[in-house]
């Protein structure tokens, strides 16, 4: 279990954050070929690394002589598999000192003889460049969809702050020492309690085979489409039901999960990530073929002022509903350039929420109908008559986690059975 400390660490199959190499297929010395078609069967929008203001993380520390268990669930199968390593908010390059994929089987555990190494440019070890990413060599790994995998990466040196995704809705696991290649979850001992989880530095699973397959559904948004409010480790977030149906009617696709918790369409934040209109290229636009974008943001920027829940002492511009729809119209435009389909979301209710006001939900409203009758994006899921078919302004009791903002995992059901299947196309 300790044969990286004996190979030279390499940069592997190196890429920039959000570059269009990552859906490019990788030199034949690394054991891909030109025929290979990469499609996204997982992703995990990538954050700096900050304090939360909600549960504790290892962002901040980083890792050093550990092992870190990540368990993710793919939307979409294959015959092959690679993974993407992110460390877009490194100062510095990090190190790898191996890493390893197995199916998941409960908590920390691989089943048994499943546990595959995994190499970058033949290299057990890697070097990740610092505001930069890195590309796995694939390795035949067949998959199915909804299927739960395992990946272990094992950082011998002390990484520093670590690039990563909050909110995860699902545990991560870490262990002192390298035990990338352990199929027991006897070593895996800490997991951050009590919280929500989150992953690190992996930023996506992509899967190849051999024919045609559909392109990907990419969700963008912020917590409500992260999925807070979901069971932990119980993979019932919106995106996460609408894989389910697509794949119940025949119609499997892959569906990439964008959303970060907090985030906002216009305004970056310190703990909710890059604003919407800056981070919509590398998260939604450059996922391997990207084909549908459903969009579904701007309360964080109506709810939220300023950004003082991360500790920083700033007020944001003043939010109207012209310039929320000016930044949708930023997003349109992208998707169109790209040839991407966009499909609009309308923002959820939010009265009995703590920072409700009448002003705000003016805002909403005005947002929403313009989502509904402007005729820019190419359909519209209406998510909030869907939840709210009387028009009250509030989530029904049941259908929200408790905050009336969030939904539960009920109320992500609904959102996700509201969308018509046949918009997608």
């Known amino acids: 279990m300790a ?11 190196r890429v920039t954050p959000g570059a269009a190499s990552r859906t490019a297929a990788l030199p034949a010395s690394t054991g891909a070929l030109a025929s290979d078609r990469w499609d996204g069967a997982w992703t995990a ?22 092992s870190v268990r990540q368990v993710i669930r793919v939307n979409t199968g294959g015959s092959k598999l690679r993974i993407r390593l992110s460390n877009a908010y490194g100062d510095s390059p990090l190190r790898l000192a191996g890493a390893g994929v197995g199916r998941a089987a409960g908590g920390a555990a691989v089943r048994p003889g499943t546990i595959r190494t995994l190499r970058f440019a033949g290299s057990v070890s890697a070097t990740v460049p610092a505001r930069g990413g890195i590309v796995s060599d ?12 395992a990946i272990t990466l094992y950082f011998k040196d002390a990484t520093g702050p670590a690039s990563y995704h909050q909110v995860s809705m699902t545990t991560s696991y870490r262990a002192g020492g390298d035990h990338h290649r352990d199929a027991a979850p006897t070593a895996f001992t800490e997991s951050v309690e009590p919280g929500f989880g989150s992953w690190y530095y992996l930023e ?14 990419v969700t963008f948004g912020d917590s409500i489409t992260d999925g807070f409010g979901a069971t932990v480790d119980g993979d019932d977030r919106w995106p996460d039901v609408l894989a389910e149906r697509l794949l119940r009617a025949g119609r499997v ?18 703990c909710g990530g890059d604003a919407g209109v800056s981070r919509f290229a590398r998260d939604v636009l450059e996922q391997p073929r990207a084909g549908t974008a459903i969009v579904l943001i701007g309360i964080n920027d109506i709810q939220l002022g300023d950004d003082r829940m991360c500790g920083v002492d700033s007020d944001d511009p003043p939010v109207t509903a012209e310039r929320l729809i000016a ?3 930023t997003l349109i435009r992208a998707a ?11 923002l959820l209710p939010w009265g009995g929420s703590a920072n409700w006001t009448a002003d705000g939900e003016a805002i909403r409203d005005e947002v929403n109908g313009w989502i509904r009758t402007g005729g820019e994006y190419d359909a519209v899921t209406d998510f909030d008559r ?40």
């Open 45 to 66: 929008a990538i954050m700096r690394p900050s304090g939360s203001p909600w549960f504790p993380t290892w962002a901040e520390r980083g890792f050093e002589d550990q």
């Open 336 to 346: 169109h350039a790209r040839g991407v389909r966009a499909v609009g979301a309308t």
């Open 3 to 13: 044969s990286s400390s004996t190979t030279t660490a390499h940069t592997a199959n």
């Open 327 to 329: 930044g949708h119209r």
């Open 204 to 217: 996506g699973v992509e899967v190849a085979d051999a024919g045609p397959r559909p392109d990907a559904v």
């Open 253 to 270: 696709r892959p569906v990439l999960n964008a959303g970060i918790g907090s985030n906002k369409l216009l305004t970056d934040s310190a």
């Open 386 to 425: 869907a939840l709210d078919p009387e028009g009250t302004g509030r989530l029904p009791d049941g259908l929200h986690m408790g905050d009336h903002l969030h939904p539960s995992p009920a109320g992500y059901r609904a959102m996700a059975e509201a969308i018509d299947l046949d918009s997608l196309t």
């Open 138 to 149: 694939p390795i035949t790994f067949p998959t199915d969809p909804r299927e739960r995998l």
